[in-house]
DNA sequence: TCCAAAAGTTTACGCGTGTAAAAAATAAAT
DNA sequence: ATTTATTTTTTACACGCGTAAACTTTTGGA
């Protein structure tokens, strides 16, 4: 398209016809300049492939056009799937992505957010590892920083929360166990990581008595992100032993009830909800390989796209403001029963 | 730790005692200073909290410590695993790992590395999508910026590829599954996105005539990355309309055996080794979920390890050389048998 | 046609670091 | 102790763009 090679904003001033700090601000924000000019520049543009130096750019603003996108585990499909949509929010709004994963360790969460700060992002969105989580350099971080947190939530930290009520959802899955067979008990890992997880176990005992059931609960040792593993060690020992209270087993999250079907498939115990089924199995999230378990999991889903899409905008609003907001807001989102095979 | 906030560079030259020079040059390899020297920055900088501006000192250099790493989709959990070990080799060389994922768009791959060209990388890590991928533009890419292809091969692009042996991992399961039971049909996608779907089509072709029998071709229609959905719905008509060569089946990949197998559990037929099972079912590539699957995927595990530290090794090497290789290297890693439950 | 408001131009400086060159200081070796 | 090689200091300029101030031009009504 062109020959001579742009090296600089002075040199695509000169060839476009426009002053220097004109086309500074174009880029900064093109609806800023005439509709005329801007179509000169664009023509300019069109002809020659010039994009300003970023280095050079971001040096002296104060803060950037980029948004940090920080989740605990990358490898987990889940939160690969709303940071991709996050990822388009962000990138619709004009903003760029910095998507970092934390691979489960908290140094590295902590690390990412030190790299983050390099690059003086103009806000972040941070789904915390929980439990584990450094809440004291999070919150130093979230002080210098916009942050809103999705996903877990951590008490009073960033400015925003965004995430699933873990009641009304938990309570959804519940009234349908109890509605369509035995109350069931709750299988969970012992020490949980997540938040979410601590939450759920408070919603399942108090949805399960208020409909006048005694809870149970199945608690899985392990530590770490591998939960099939936990979900399928821990499910074959219950089954072993045979110390099931019910036929009827709610799983805090999908990747334990995805370990769990795999070992009560190996224990050649039938599951579902047919004559021949010994065991009904629930999960949480709609995870996406629910759907392709054996049976396919029945599960409550978290509201991906909602969760994505309010905390992206919850965070627009947060930078445009005067950088933070009066009060720290909440919002749940509510889940739906997604039947399937397996309760 | 400090009262006296570092605000940049001269500043933290002064309060350790050194000129600003020879901390420039500490930033950039703290090996290039005397011990002495080095071990006063350090403890000055064990005082004080300060850290260079990455904008300031990136717009100098030709080429800064950022190396890309893009891959076509990040919500398949193999991709993400294998960019998690990427990353890691990385950083423990010293580099930045800018992560991305092109979402199964080629316009987005496209995207993903012009926005990396605004970052002077270093080099880039890039798994490309395959056909649809914009090979034009990738070459250009590749002409201007250091890149090392991984998992897909694109003819002559990039300095060097690494990836899998498809003829050996293929030839050693089709091998497996002659020797213990029928000779397998091959059950792939029609028009495949990615190029070693091609290569293991014909290695299947190869190796089953090696041993005298016929190949068996069953192609499903679909397109994108949807591979469980597609294995899924193509798999439930296949069995439905009965026209099965063999009760042998190896998938191109895991995630078509995932949605095969599910496939087959509701279709009531039992997958696996045994006298009362009607169907063997392999995959290939070791996908973290298939140890988990009903029953568990037998298939042949690519090096995800091998794959990452070699191809992270080999752009460290094109960066330290003169920024090209005499010819372009191809690394192609062994797969691993995989013995589980369904075949 | 004239005038105020809006937008663009000119000029000039600042940001924080890379880096080159010459001079000075230090360390290693004779 | 002297020489020599290495490292550090001093000085100075460059990088590419943001941005402020004063000035000039264009625009859109009245």
Redesign the pocket.
């Known amino acids: 398209m062109d020959e001579p090679k742009i ?4 040199e ?1 001033a000169a060839v476009s ?9 174009y ?2 924000d093109p609806d ?3 509709k ?3 179509r000169k520049i664009e023509a300019a543009l069109d002809r020659f492939d010039y994009r ?2 970023m280095y ?2 971001n ?4 803060l950037t056009k980029n948004i940090g996108v920080v989740v605990p585990y990358l490898a987990d499909p889940f939160f690969a799937e709303i940071a991709r949509i996050i990822e388009n929010h962000v990138l619709s709004a004009g903003y760029r992505p910095v998507l970092l994963g934390s691979h489960g360790d908290p140094d590295l969460e902590i690390d990412n957010l030190e790299n983050l700060r390099l690059i003086k992002p103009a806000g972040v969105l941070l789904a915390p590892l929980g439990r584990v989580s450094d809440a004291e350099r999070l919150a130093a971080f979230c002080a210098d920083v916009p942050t809103v947190l999705f996903d877990a939530n951590i008490e009073d930290l960033g400015a925003a929360f965004v995430g699933s009520d873990n009641d009304q959802s938990i309570g959804l899955i519940v009234e349908y166990l109890c509605r369509t067979g035995a109350p069931p008990a709750f299988f969970e890992i012992r020490n949980p990581v997540n938040p979410n997880a601590n939450k759920r176990r408070a919603a399942y005992i108090k949805s399960i008595e208020a409909l006048g059931h005694k809870p149970h609960l199945l608690q899985a040792d392990g530590e770490g992100w591998e939960f099939e593993q936990i979900g399928f060690s821990e499910g074959t020992r219950i089954i072993q032993e045979h110390d099931l209270p019910t036929d009827t087993i709610l799983c805090s999250n999908d990747r334990l009830a995805i370990g769990l079907l795999s070992a009560a498939y190996q224990a050649g115990l039938r599951v579902g909800l047919g004559d021949g089924c010994a065991l009904r199995v629930a999960g949480h999230d709609d995870h996406p390989f629910s759907r392709y378990t054996c049976p396919t999991l029945t599960t409550v889903s978290q509201d991906y796209a909602a969760i994505a899409q309010k905390s992206a905008e919850t965070l627009f609003a947060l930078i445009d403001s005067s950088k933070h907001f009066d009060s720290r807001e909440e919002t749940l989102f509510n889940g739906r029963l997604v039947m399937r095979g397996s309760a």
Chains 1, 2 share one sequence.
Do not use: L
């Open positions: 090296k600089n904003m002075e695509f016809g426009i002053s220097r700090p004109t086309i500074s601000k880029f900064n800023s300049v005439r005329s000019t801007r300003p130096n050079a750019m040096q002296n603003r104060r």
